[in-house]
């Protein structure tokens, strides 16, 4: 099937999406991210969407470990003071 029509025969239309209240710092890494790709703050959202759907597949367990190892969290303490201090950032706001 062509991927511009949609099941019925018609024509796939562009859906606007709207993403509210993001944190200013997952704002900011965002804007860098489309800086370095030479990318409009949009064309990096649409890429990201674009990389993920195309992932097609959940993490195993042990592939959940390894990325959760690679951002360096190693125990459930750790996992504890990342949300406190996401939660103390955003309650001095």
């Known amino acids: 099937m062509d991927s511009k029509c949609n ?5 796939k239309m562009p859906v606007n ?4 209240n993001v ?3 997952i704002a900011a890494q965002i804007r860098r991210r489309a800086v370095k790709h030479h990318r409009s703050l949009q064309g990096e959202l649409v890429a990201i969407l674009e990389e993920t759907v195309a992932q097609g597949k959940m993490l195993t367990p042990g592939e ?26 955003c309650s001095h706001r």
Do not use: M, Q, V, W
Not at 7 to 11: A, P, Q, S
């Open 23 to 25: 944190p200013d710092h």
């Open 64 to 89: 959940f470990l390894e990325e959760l190892r690679a951002i360096g969290l190693k125990t459930p303490a750790g996992a504890a003071k990342i949300i406190r201090k996401e939660r103390n950032a």
């Open 17 to 20: 999406l709207s993403i509210k």
């Open 7 to 11: 099941l019925r025969g018609g024509l």
